[in-house]
Protein backbone atom coordinates (compact mmCIF):
# COMPACT_ATOMS: atom_id res chain seq x y z
CA UNK A 1 0.00 0.00 0.00
CA UNK A 2 3.11 2.09 0.96
CA UNK A 3 4.47 2.02 -2.70
CA UNK A 4 1.00 2.28 -4.04
CA UNK A 5 0.35 5.30 -2.31
CA UNK A 6 3.96 7.17 -3.53
CA UNK A 7 3.14 6.17 -6.97
CA UNK A 8 -0.46 8.13 -6.91
CA UNK A 9 -2.02 5.40 -7.48
CA UNK A 10 -4.35 4.98 -4.11
CA UNK A 11 -7.20 7.16 -3.80
CA UNK A 12 -8.46 5.80 -0.40
CA UNK A 13 -6.86 3.89 2.60
CA UNK A 14 -9.70 2.27 5.26
CA UNK A 15 -7.27 2.90 7.94
CA UNK A 16 -9.41 1.42 10.77
CA UNK A 17 -8.97 -1.54 9.08
CA UNK A 18 -5.48 -1.25 8.53
CA UNK A 19 -5.29 -1.18 12.45
CA UNK A 20 -6.96 -5.03 12.78
CA UNK A 21 -4.23 -6.64 10.88
CA UNK A 22 -1.14 -6.54 13.18
CA UNK A 23 -1.06 -10.74 13.25
CA UNK A 24 -0.08 -13.36 10.49
CA UNK A 25 -2.86 -15.00 9.03
CA UNK A 26 -4.00 -18.61 10.95
CA UNK A 27 -5.37 -21.50 9.30
CA UNK A 28 -9.50 -21.67 10.33
CA UNK A 29 -11.79 -24.52 11.89
CA UNK A 30 -15.22 -25.19 11.62
CA UNK A 31 -17.84 -26.93 12.83
CA UNK A 32 -21.19 -27.56 10.53
CA UNK A 33 -23.87 -29.02 11.13
CA UNK A 34 -25.91 -28.67 7.84
CA UNK A 35 -30.37 -30.37 7.45
CA UNK A 36 -32.65 -30.09 4.81
CA UNK A 37 -35.53 -31.84 2.78
CA UNK A 38 -36.56 -32.63 -0.32
CA UNK A 39 -40.39 -32.63 -1.42
CA UNK A 40 -41.56 -33.63 -4.87
CA UNK A 41 -45.40 -33.43 -4.94
CA UNK A 42 -45.87 -33.87 -8.72
CA UNK A 43 -43.13 -35.25 -11.15
CA UNK A 44 -43.26 -30.95 -12.67
CA UNK A 45 -42.69 -29.91 -9.48
CA UNK A 46 -39.76 -30.18 -6.75
CA UNK A 47 -38.79 -28.39 -3.37
CA UNK A 48 -35.72 -28.36 -1.66
CA UNK A 49 -35.41 -26.25 1.91
CA UNK A 50 -32.59 -26.78 3.74
CA UNK A 51 -30.85 -24.80 7.23
CA UNK A 52 -27.27 -24.24 8.25
CA UNK A 53 -25.15 -23.17 11.40
CA UNK A 54 -21.04 -22.79 10.65
CA UNK A 55 -19.31 -22.04 13.59
CA UNK A 56 -15.87 -21.12 12.72
CA UNK A 57 -12.40 -20.27 14.71
CA UNK A 58 -10.12 -17.80 13.38
CA UNK A 59 -12.21 -17.07 9.73
CA UNK A 60 -10.43 -16.15 6.77
CA UNK A 61 -12.26 -13.37 6.00
CA UNK A 62 -11.63 -10.58 2.77
CA UNK A 63 -11.51 -7.00 3.45
CA UNK A 64 -11.08 -3.79 1.24
CA UNK A 65 -8.70 -2.03 2.70
CA UNK A 66 -8.27 0.55 -0.37
CA UNK A 67 -9.48 1.78 -3.57
CA UNK A 68 -7.19 2.46 -6.07
CA UNK A 69 -7.22 5.64 -8.47
CA UNK A 70 -8.89 3.42 -11.54
CA UNK A 71 -11.49 2.79 -9.01
CA UNK A 72 -10.22 -1.05 -8.58
CA UNK A 73 -10.70 -2.45 -5.07
CA UNK A 74 -7.67 -3.47 -3.15
CA UNK A 75 -8.31 -6.73 -0.26
CA UNK A 76 -6.42 -8.48 2.06
CA UNK A 77 -7.30 -10.85 4.34
CA UNK A 78 -7.57 -11.29 8.62
CA UNK A 79 -8.36 -13.72 11.20
CA UNK A 80 -12.18 -13.25 12.71
CA UNK A 81 -11.39 -14.83 16.01
CA UNK A 82 -14.99 -16.91 16.01
CA UNK A 83 -17.59 -16.28 13.56
CA UNK A 84 -20.91 -17.37 12.79
CA UNK A 85 -22.70 -18.58 9.37
CA UNK A 86 -26.22 -18.72 9.39
CA UNK A 87 -29.61 -19.15 7.82
CA UNK A 88 -32.04 -20.93 5.35
CA UNK A 89 -31.99 -21.86 2.04
CA UNK A 90 -34.97 -22.66 -0.47
CA UNK A 91 -34.72 -24.11 -4.25
CA UNK A 92 -37.72 -24.74 -6.18
CA UNK A 93 -37.48 -26.15 -9.45
CA UNK A 94 -40.49 -26.36 -11.89
CA UNK A 95 -41.47 -27.47 -15.98
CA UNK A 96 -44.84 -26.24 -16.39
CA UNK A 97 -44.47 -26.83 -19.86
CA UNK A 98 -42.60 -29.42 -22.32
CA UNK A 99 -39.23 -28.18 -22.53
CA UNK A 100 -39.46 -25.01 -20.36
CA UNK A 101 -37.87 -25.20 -16.81
CA UNK A 102 -38.56 -22.47 -13.86
CA UNK A 103 -36.16 -22.77 -11.09
CA UNK A 104 -35.96 -19.94 -7.76
CA UNK A 105 -33.50 -20.07 -5.27
CA UNK A 106 -33.04 -18.09 -1.95
CA UNK A 107 -30.83 -17.58 0.87
CA UNK A 108 -31.25 -16.07 4.41
CA UNK A 109 -27.90 -15.56 5.81
CA UNK A 110 -26.95 -14.32 9.16
CA UNK A 111 -22.87 -13.92 9.39
CA UNK A 112 -21.47 -12.18 12.77
CA UNK A 113 -17.89 -12.29 14.38
CA UNK A 114 -18.81 -13.25 18.24
CA UNK A 115 -15.46 -11.27 19.54
CA UNK A 116 -17.23 -7.93 18.05
CA UNK A 117 -20.56 -8.88 20.07
CA UNK A 118 -18.17 -10.11 23.25
CA UNK A 119 -16.53 -6.29 22.88
CA UNK A 120 -20.00 -4.84 22.40
CA UNK A 121 -21.10 -6.65 25.93
CA UNK A 122 -18.00 -5.61 27.57
CA UNK A 123 -18.11 -2.26 26.64
CA UNK A 124 -14.77 -1.99 25.39
CA UNK A 125 -13.57 1.07 23.29
CA UNK A 126 -14.81 2.03 20.52
CA UNK A 127 -17.19 -0.48 20.64
CA UNK A 128 -18.90 1.24 23.46
CA UNK A 129 -20.21 3.75 21.21
CA UNK A 130 -23.63 3.98 19.04
CA UNK A 131 -23.66 7.19 16.92
CA UNK A 132 -25.93 8.85 14.58
CA UNK A 133 -23.82 10.58 12.76
CA UNK A 134 -26.75 12.83 10.66
CA UNK A 135 -28.15 14.05 14.27
CA UNK A 136 -24.84 13.95 16.29
CA UNK A 137 -26.99 11.53 19.09
CA UNK A 138 -24.73 9.34 20.68
CA UNK A 139 -25.67 6.38 23.08
CA UNK A 140 -24.12 3.20 24.43
CA UNK A 141 -23.86 0.15 22.21
CA UNK A 142 -26.08 -2.89 22.89
CA UNK A 143 -25.39 -6.02 21.38
CA UNK A 144 -28.45 -6.24 19.19
CA UNK A 145 -26.97 -2.71 17.10
CA UNK A 146 -24.32 -4.96 16.11
CA UNK A 147 -25.38 -5.66 12.49
CA UNK A 148 -22.50 -8.26 10.78
CA UNK A 149 -19.83 -8.97 8.85
CA UNK A 150 -19.08 -6.53 6.20
CA UNK A 151 -19.63 -7.54 2.33
CA UNK A 152 -22.49 -10.21 3.38
CA UNK A 153 -26.43 -9.79 2.49
CA UNK A 154 -29.35 -11.32 4.44
CA UNK A 155 -30.92 -11.70 1.58
CA UNK A 156 -29.84 -13.89 -1.92
CA UNK A 157 -31.77 -14.69 -4.57
CA UNK A 158 -31.73 -15.79 -8.09
CA UNK A 159 -34.57 -16.86 -11.04
CA UNK A 160 -33.75 -18.65 -14.23
CA UNK A 161 -36.03 -19.29 -16.90
CA UNK A 162 -34.90 -21.99 -19.50
CA UNK A 163 -36.57 -22.80 -23.09
CA UNK A 164 -35.61 -25.32 -25.57
CA UNK A 165 -37.09 -24.85 -29.13
CA UNK A 166 -36.53 -28.71 -30.07
CA UNK A 167 -37.65 -28.40 -33.78
CA UNK A 168 -35.13 -25.29 -34.23
CA UNK A 169 -32.52 -25.95 -31.60
CA UNK A 170 -32.64 -22.80 -30.03
CA UNK A 171 -31.93 -22.77 -26.27
CA UNK A 172 -32.84 -19.16 -24.53
CA UNK A 173 -32.46 -18.56 -21.08
CA UNK A 174 -33.12 -15.74 -18.58
CA UNK A 175 -31.65 -15.01 -15.50
CA UNK A 176 -32.13 -12.28 -12.85
CA UNK A 177 -29.96 -12.54 -9.36
CA UNK A 178 -30.69 -10.17 -6.24
CA UNK A 179 -28.70 -9.52 -3.76
CA UNK A 180 -29.99 -7.29 -0.56
CA UNK A 181 -28.58 -4.70 1.11
CA UNK A 182 -24.53 -5.54 2.25
CA UNK A 183 -22.37 -3.17 5.04
CA UNK A 184 -19.66 -1.14 3.04
CA UNK A 185 -17.82 0.35 5.48
CA UNK A 186 -18.03 1.89 9.37
CA UNK A 187 -18.79 4.81 9.04
CA UNK A 188 -19.44 6.22 12.46
CA UNK A 189 -15.82 4.99 13.93
CA UNK A 190 -17.24 2.54 16.82
CA UNK A 191 -15.45 -0.77 14.76
CA UNK A 192 -18.30 -2.56 14.42
CA UNK A 193 -21.24 -2.35 11.91
CA UNK A 194 -24.42 -1.18 13.07
CA UNK A 195 -27.73 0.41 11.13
CA UNK A 196 -25.65 3.93 10.70
CA UNK A 197 -23.08 2.61 8.75
CA UNK A 198 -22.55 2.83 4.72
CA UNK A 199 -24.41 0.20 2.75
CA UNK A 200 -24.54 -1.23 -0.65
CA UNK A 201 -28.16 -1.02 -1.33
CA UNK A 202 -29.95 -4.45 -2.43
CA UNK A 203 -29.89 -4.84 -6.51
CA UNK A 204 -30.96 -6.93 -8.81
CA UNK A 205 -29.34 -8.07 -12.56
CA UNK A 206 -30.88 -9.40 -15.24
CA UNK A 207 -28.24 -11.85 -17.99
CA UNK A 208 -30.33 -13.60 -20.70
CA UNK A 209 -28.69 -15.81 -23.42
CA UNK A 210 -29.69 -17.90 -26.79
CA UNK A 211 -27.71 -20.25 -28.32
CA UNK A 212 -28.07 -21.79 -31.94
CA UNK A 213 -27.49 -25.68 -32.66
CA UNK A 214 -26.23 -26.41 -35.93
CA UNK A 215 -24.50 -29.49 -37.71
CA UNK A 216 -25.60 -32.31 -35.33
CA UNK A 217 -25.29 -30.18 -32.60
CA UNK A 218 -21.44 -30.25 -33.60
CA UNK A 219 -21.68 -26.72 -34.06
CA UNK A 220 -23.26 -23.85 -31.52
CA UNK A 221 -23.43 -19.88 -31.94
CA UNK A 222 -24.31 -17.97 -28.69
CA UNK A 223 -25.30 -14.47 -27.93
CA UNK A 224 -25.33 -13.51 -24.18
CA UNK A 225 -26.19 -10.07 -22.17
CA UNK A 226 -25.04 -9.64 -19.13
CA UNK A 227 -26.63 -6.72 -16.94
CA UNK A 228 -28.78 -5.89 -19.45
CA UNK A 229 -29.99 -2.83 -17.68
CA UNK A 230 -26.51 -1.92 -17.43
CA UNK A 231 -26.65 -1.62 -13.29
CA UNK A 232 -24.05 0.14 -11.78
CA UNK A 233 -23.02 1.59 -7.96
CA UNK A 234 -20.42 3.74 -7.15
CA UNK A 235 -19.73 1.56 -3.98
CA UNK A 236 -18.98 -1.49 -6.20
CA UNK A 237 -16.19 -0.40 -8.69
CA UNK A 238 -15.38 -3.80 -9.34
CA UNK A 239 -19.50 -4.10 -11.17
CA UNK A 240 -19.04 -4.77 -14.97
CA UNK A 241 -22.00 -2.16 -16.69
CA UNK A 242 -23.79 -3.93 -19.57
CA UNK A 243 -21.96 -6.53 -21.38
CA UNK A 244 -22.66 -7.94 -24.63
CA UNK A 245 -20.42 -11.09 -25.82
CA UNK A 246 -21.03 -13.10 -29.36
CA UNK A 247 -19.89 -16.82 -28.47
CA UNK A 248 -18.95 -19.74 -31.20
CA UNK A 249 -18.09 -23.30 -30.35
CA UNK A 250 -17.18 -26.34 -32.58
CA UNK A 251 -17.27 -29.74 -31.10
CA UNK A 252 -14.80 -31.96 -33.38
CA UNK A 253 -15.66 -35.23 -31.40
Not at 112 to 126: E, Q, T
Not at 161 to 173: C, D, G, Q, V
Not at 182 to 199: E, L, Q
Request: proline share 3%; no cysteine; charged share 20%.
Amino acid sequence: LEELQEAGQISEIRQHLLKQLAANLKAERSLSLNAGFAYVPVSQLKIEVGAFYHRISNQINSIQVATGSNNRQIFTYQNLPKAINTGTELTVVTTPAKNLELSLGYQYLVAKDLSVAASIAAGKFPYHSHRNNETGETRKSVVSDYWGIENRSRHMMNLRLFYRHTPTEINASLRVNYRGKYPFGDANNNAYIDSYDTFVSGFYLINASVEKKLMNERLSLQITADNIFDYTDRLIPGQAGRVLLLGLRYSWF
